[in-house]
C-alpha cells in the first residue's frame, strides 16, 4: 500500500498516537523533521502549529497538508512518526516501505540552516537556552519582551528551545546568525596540550555551573502553584519546624542549613540522613529549598555539586543503569569531559551530596540484600538506590532522604547518619504563609482572623498542604455556606469545589448546588487513575495513560494533575496529582461514588494496616499490578496511602455530605457502604483493645496505642458522628493510654478529644514526645474532663497553651496530675497553675521540669502552694529558681500534709535555699524523698539539713550529688546521717 493509502486508512489512528493524552511533544518533534527534511515549508509549519487551537485539530490540518502534498511528503510523514514514536505506541501501525534519505546540500542562509538543523538543535540548546538568551540580549537581537515570551513556565524546556528557534527566525538572519555563532562557540572544543592540570577543575566547574542552572530552574516555582511565575519559591517559602531527637532522647530544633549539619548525628559510619514527616509537611518544599538555595551559592557551600532525584522518577526508570549513567542522564549532562567529571566525583565524595525525595513512594521497600560498590555497571535502579543509601556504594556521599515515617523500617535505620523531623508550620509560620499568600493585607488579615475562631482549622493549617488549600480556597471559606470546614474531606471538598468554581466562572458564572454531580464523569475518571495508581504504587502518569483511563484535554485542565517537573532526559510529558493526598482524595472518591465497584474494596482499604502488620501476602484492591512487583516490597509505601484515602472514604460517608452525594451515588449504595466503613472501624478498634494484657498486680491497666490506633481514630472523627465515637470506645476499659512518639499533632488531638471524650471512665492520658503545641493543647479541651493525668512532656507547649488547659482544668474534677517536663513555659505560666492549686483541692501531682522557670515563677507558685492541701508530687528539675525560688517554695510547704516527693535538682540553688528546705523537713510529716542533686550547696547548707533530719522521721532519703562538697566532706556528712545520698 502506498504511503498515500496508508495515511488515510489509519487516519483515526495516527491522531490518537499524535494526540498522546494531550501533550504536543510528538507533534512539535514530528514537525522539526519534517520542517528540517524540507517537506514543509515555513508558512505550513505556522499553519499547523496555531497555539489557540486545540491539539486535535493541529494534527488533522498536518495530516491534510502532508495528504495534499502527496506521496513523498506522506511517506516522510510516517517515517517521521516511525522515529518519534515509543515502540509502545507503533504496535499496530504500519509505516510502509520508508522513505528516500534526504542528501539535500546545506543551505546558505543562516535562517535555513536552522530550520534543516532543527531536531538538533531542539536537543543541543535545551541546557544552553539561558546562555543563548543571553547572548541575543546582549547582541541587540531579542529584547527582554523576546526572551521572557520564550521562557514561559508553562513551555517545557523543548519548547521553550522551539520558541526561540522561531523567533530567531521571524527576526531574521542577523539573529539566525548570531545563535550559529554562539552554538559554535558552546561546541566542546578539544583540549588543549597546556596545562592539564587546570583542565580538569576547569571542566569540573563547567558542569558544576550547568548543573547549577538546572538545578535552580527545576527549584524556582512551587509545583501547586502551577508554575505561576508569581509564586515563585522565594515569595511563599516559609520555614518549618524541624527538630532531631539524640542519644539520650533530648530534642533540638534545627535551622535549614543543619539538616545536612553535625547537629543530631547517631551513627558517624553512615551518610543517610533522613528528612520524615508526615504527608503535606513539607518534605519536598524543604529539599527544594535546599537545592534552589545550593544552586545561588547561598547554602550548602561546601557542596560542589548536588545531585536532586525523585523517587517517583525513579519508579519510571526500567533499565539498568550505572551510577555513572544515573547521575548524568537524569540530572545533569556533562557537556564535556565526561570521564574527568566522573572521577572528580569518585575522588572528591565528601563535596558532593545526592537527595532522594519521596523513598516512601518508590516501589520496593528497601532491601539490604544484594550487595553492589561498582560505579559503572550498570544494574536495576533499586539496586543502585539501596547500595547508595547503605553505603556500599560511594561511600562517603552524604545522602538527604525523604519519607513519611511509617515507610522506614528498622533495616533501613540502621544506615542512617541522623533523623530530622519536619513537623510542619509553626503557630507564627501559618500567618507568615497567609501574609505571603495574600498580597492584599487587609484580606491575609481575615483569613488570620477567621482561622484563629476556628481552632480545628488552625490545627489543620499546621500541616503545609493544608494552610495551602484554606488559604488558597479563603473564597469558599469565608463565603461558609456550608458551615466551616472541621475535618480533612471538607477541607478538600472545598478545593474540589474551588478547582470546578474556578472553571466554570470562566464560562457560566457561579456553580450550583448539584456541582459535583455536574462534573461527576471527571471525578470518576480522575478517581479511577488516582486508585489504580495507589495501588500500583504510581504517581507519574503519561499522557497515553491518562488517555486510557478517557481523561481528556478538558478534565486536566481543571488543574488537579500538573505537569510532572521533569528532570529527566525523556521528553513526553508526563503528570502528577497536585499533592499525593490528593490523588488520595480522588481514589476515595472513586471508592465511594463508582457503582460498579465490588463489594470488598471497603474492608479491604480498612485492612492495610492490619495487612502490614501481620505481613500477609494479600494484596488491597489488587487488580491492575505489576505481578513481578513481590508483595513485601511494595505494601510499605502502599500503606500510608491506602490509610489517608481510608480516611477520606469515611469523611465522604458521613452524614454532613449525605446531600452532596444524594444524586451521585444511589441511597443504598451509600448506607452499604457507610455499614461497611462503620463494621470496618469497630473491628479495628476490637483488635486494638484485645492486645491490652492483663494488668500486672499492683499495676494500672494500660494500652500502649499501636500505630493504626491513631489513624483509626481520626478515620472516626471524619465521620463526625457522635454515636459512633461513643461505641468506639464504649468497651475500652484502661486507666491509661500510652501515645507516646505517635506524631501526634494538633489535628490528631483534634480527633482524639473527639472519641476519647465518650470514655466511661477516666484515664491517664501519656502523649509525651508528640508535637502537640499551644493549638493541639486546645484541641484536647473536650476531653480533658476523662483524663486524670496528663503526660505532656517534649510538646512544645508555651504559657499560652497552659493558660487554656489549666482555665478548663480547673473546672474538670478529674483531673489531677500534669507533666509538663521539657516544653518552653516561663514565669508566665506560674500565676495560673497557682490559681489552680489554690481552687483544685484534689491536685495530686505538678511536674514542670526543664523549662524556664525562675524565682519569680517559684514565688508565684508558692502562693498557690500556701493555700494547697492535696499536692503531693511537686517536680520542678532543670529550672532556674535560685535560693529564692527554694526559699518561697519552702516556706509555702511549709504546713502542707500531703506532699510526699519534691525535687529541685540543677536548680541553682545553694545554702540559703538548702536551709529554708531544712525549716520544711523539720516540720513535714508527709515528705518522703527530696531531690536536690546538681546544685551549689556547701557544708554549712548541708549541716542545717542534718540538724533537720534530727526532728524527722519521714523522709527516707536526701538526693544531694552533684553539689560543693569535697569526697572527704561528703563522706563524714553521709556518716552523720544516713539518709543523705552523695
Ligand atoms: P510533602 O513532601 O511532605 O508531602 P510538600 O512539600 O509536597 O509536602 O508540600 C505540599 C504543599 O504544601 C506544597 O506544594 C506547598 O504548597 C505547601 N508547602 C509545604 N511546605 C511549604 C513551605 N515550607 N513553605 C510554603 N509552602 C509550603
Redesign the pocket.
Given at each position: 500500500m502506498s504511503a498515500h493509502q496508508l495515511i488515510i486508512t489509519q487516519r483515526a489512528e495516527l491522531l490518537t498516537v499524535l494526540c498522546g493524552g494531550g501533550s504536543a511533544e510528538p507533534l512539535e518533534c514530528v514537525l522539526d523533521l519534517l520542517l528540517a527534511w524540507e517537506v514543509l515549508v515555513w508558512e505550513d509549519y505556522l499553519n499547523v502549529r496555531v497555539a489557540e487551537k486545540p491539539l486535535c485539530s493541529n494534527i488533522r490540518q498536518l495530516l491534510d497538508v502532508v495528504h495534499d502534498k502527496g506521496e513523498d511528503a506522506c511517506s516522510h510523514f510516517l517515517a517521521a512518526i516511525n522515529q518519534v514514536l515509543p515502540e509502545e505506541q507503533k504496535a499496530g501501525l504500519c509505516f510502509g516501505n520508508g522513505c528516500a534519505a534526504v542528501g539535500k546540500n546545506r543551505p546558505d542562509t543562516a535562517t535555513l540552516m536552522l530550520l534543516v538543523d532543527r531536531p538538533v538543535l531542539v536537543t543541543k540548546l535545551r541546557d544552553n537556552i539561558d546562555g543563548a538568551l543571553n547572548v541575543l540580549l546582549t547582541t541587540g537581537c531579542f529584547t527582554i519582551q523576546d526572551c521572557d515570551g520564550v521562557q514561559l513556565p508553562v513551555y517545557t524546556p523543548s519548547q521553550q528551545v522551539r520558541r526561540l528557534l522561531d523567533q530567531v527566525t521571524f527576526k531574521g538572519e542577523t539573529a539566525a546568525k548570531t545563535l550559529l555563532q554562539y552554538l559554535e562557540q558552546a561546541e566542546p572544543t578539544k583540549p588543549t596540550s597546556e596545562d592539564k592540570e587546570n583542565h580538569l577543575s576547569a571542566d569540573c566547574l563547567l558542569y558544576q555551573k550547568k548543573l547549577r542552572s538546572s538545578v535552580a530552574a527545576q527549584s524556582l516555582f512551587?509545583?501547586?502553584?502551577g508554575g505561576a511565575g508569581h509564586f515563585s519559591l522565594d515569595d511563599?517559602?516559609?520555614?518549618?519546624l524541624l527538630e532531631v531527637v539524640d542519644d539520650s532522647g533530648e530534642t533540638t530544633t534545627l535551622g535549614l542549613e543543619d539538616v545536612v549539619g553535625p547537629i543530631g548525628t547517631l551513627n558517624e559510619d553512615a551518610d543517610t540522613i533522613l528528612l520524615s514527616?508526615?504527608?503535606?509537611?513539607?518534605?519536598?518544599?524543604?529539599l527544594q529549598?535546599l537545592h534552589l538555595l545550593w544552586a545561588r551559592e547561598a547554602l550548602l557551600t561546601n557542596t560542589f555539586l548536588l545531585f536532586p532525584f525523585s523517587c517517583r522518577k525513579l519508579n519510571a526508570e526500567h533499565r539498568e543503569l550505572s551510577l555513572k549513567e544515573l547521575l548524568f542522564l537524569h540530572c545533569c549532562w556533562p557537556d564535556r569531559s565526561q570521564d574527568e567529571v566522573f572521577q572528580f566525583i569518585l575522588d572528591h565524595p565528601h563535596m558532593v551530596l545526592f537527595t532522594f525525595?519521596?523513598l516512601d513512594e518508590f516501589k520496593q521497600g528497601f532491601r539490604d540484600e544484594e550487595r553492589h560498590c561498582c560505579p559503572t555497571k550498570p544494574v536495576p535502579i533499586p539496586v543502585l538506590l539501596f547500595n547508595l543509601l547503605q553505603g556500599t556504594l560511594m561511600k562517603g556521599i552524604l545522602k538527604v532522604v525523604?519519607s513519611r515515617p511509617q515507610a522506614v523500617g528498622p533495616s533501613l535505620k540502621r544506615y542512617l547518619r541522623k533523623e530530622v523531623h519536619?513537623k510542619g508550620f509553626s503557630p507564627s509560620g501559618i500567618n507568615s504563609?497567609v501574609k505571603k499568600h495574600h498580597s492584599d493585607p487587609a484580606m491575609a488579615r481575615r483569613v488570620i482572623d477567621s482561622l484563629q475562631v476556628n481552632t480545628v482549622l488552625l490545627g489543620l493549617c499546621h500541616i503545609?498542604?493544608f494552610?495551602?488549600i484554606v488559604t488558597k480556597c479563603h473564597q469558599e471559606l469565608l463565603g461558609g455556606q456550608d458551615g466551616i470546614p472541621q475535618t480533612i474531606t471538607d477541607v478538600y471538598l472545598l478545593v474540589l469545589q474551588h478547582f470546578f468554581q474556578r472553571k466554570s466562572s470562566l464560562s457560566q458564572g457561579a456553580l450550583g448546588k448539584a456541582w459535583l454531580e455536574e462534573h461527576l464523569d471527571t471525578v470518576l475518571k480522575l478517581g479511577q487513575l488516582a486508585l489504580e495508581g495507589l495501588e500500583a504504587s504510581c504517581y507519574v502518569f503519561s499522557g497515553y495513560e491518562l488517555q486510557r483511563n478517557g481523561l481528556t484535554e478538558q478534565d486536566v485542565s481543571m488543574g488537579f494533575l500538573i505537569f510532572c517537573n521533569d528532570l529527566s532526559v525523556t521528553d513526553c510529558k508526563h503528570y502528577e496529582f497536585l499533592?499525593?493526598t490528593l490523588q488520595c482524595f480522588f481514589a476515595a472518591l472513586y471508592v465511594v461514588l463508582n457503582r460498579n465497584n465490588n463489594r470488598s474494596a471497603i474492608s479491604r482499604l480498612f485492612q492495610s494496616q492490619h495487612r502490614q502488620l501481620s505481613g500477609l501476602s494479600q494484596r488491597c484492591l489488587g487488580h491492575c499490578i505489576d505481578p513481578s512487583v513481590e508483595e513485601e516490597e511494595s505494601h510499605v509505601a502502599e500503606t500510608p496511602n491506602l490509610q489517608i484515602t481510608a480516611q477520606f472514604v469515611s469523611g465522604l460517608l458521613s452524614q454532613r455530605h449525605h446531600s452532596l452525594l444524594l444524586d451521585c451515588c444511589p441511597t443504598a449504595v451509600r448506607e452499604r457502604k457507610f455499614k461497611q466503613v462503620v463494621k470496618s472501624l469497630s473491628k479495628g478498634m476490637q483488635r486494638h483493645f484485645k492486645s491490652i494484657p492483663r494488668p500486672v498486680e499492683g499495676e494500672k491497666k494500660s494500652m500502649h496505642a499501636m500505630p493504626s490506633f491513631v489513624w483509626l481514630i481520626k478515620c472516626i472523627y471524619e465521620m463526625q458522628d457522635k454515636s459512633i465515637a461513643q461505641d468506639a470506645v464504649a468497651k475500652l476499659d484502661v486507666e491509661h493510654l500510652k501515645l507516646t512518639y505517635c506524631n501526634i499533632g494538633p489535628v490528631e488531638c483534634t480527633a482524639l478529644a473527639y472519641v476519647l471524650k465518650h470514655l466511661r471512665n477516666p484515664v491517664g492520658l501519656q502523649l509525651d514526645n508528640n508535637s502537640v503545641g499551644d493549638v493541639g493543647v486546645e484541641q484536647l479541651l473536650p476531653c480533658l474532663h476523662i483524663c486524670h493525668s496528663l503526660y505532656l512532656r517534649n510538646n512544645n507547649i508555651s504559657d499560652e497553651g497552659i493558660r487554656k488547659l489549666l482555665e478548663k482544668g480547673a473546672k474538670c474534677e478529674s483531673f489531677q496530675k500534669i507533666a509538663l517536663f521539657n516544653n518552653k513555659l516561663t514565669d508566665a505560666c506560674t500565676q495560673h497553675f497557682a490559681c489552680l492549686l489554690k481552687t483544685k483541692q484534689n491536685f495530686l501531682a505538678l511536674r514542670l521540669g526543664n523549662n524556664n522557670i525562675t524565682s519569680q515563677g517559684a514565688e508565684q507558685l508558692a502562693e498557690g502552694l500556701s493555700y494547697n492541701q492535696s499536692l503531693q508530687f511537686l517536680g520542678l528539675w532543670g529550672n532556674k529558681i535560685g535560693d529564692r525560688g527554694a526559699e518561697a517554695l519552702a516556706n509555702a510547704l511549709k504546713n502542707s500534709t500531703t506532699l510526699i516527693w519534691l525535687s529541685l535538682v540543677d536548680n541553682g540553688v545553694g545554702n540559703a535555699g538548702a536551709c529554708a528546705l531544712a525549716k520544711l523537713i523539720s516540720q513535714s510529716k508527709t515528705l518522703d524523698e527530696l531531690w536536690l542533686n546538681k546544685n551549689c550547696i556547701s557544708r554549712d547548707g548541708v549541716e542545717c539539713l542534718i540538724e533537720a533530719l534530727k526532728m524527722n522521721t519521714s523522709v527516707k532519703e536526701i538526693w544531694l550529688r552533684g553539689n560543693n562538697l569535697s569526697p572527704e566532706e561528703e563522706e563524714e556528712l553521709s556518716k552523720q546521717e544516713s539518709r543523705l545520698t552523695f
Open positions: 512551587l509545583s501547586t502553584y511563599i517559602y516559609t520555614d518549618g514527616g508526615e504527608a503535606g509537611s513539607g518534605k519536598s518544599t524543604l529549598r525525595d519521596g525523604t519536619l504563609f503545609p498542604v494552610c495551602w499533592h499525593i
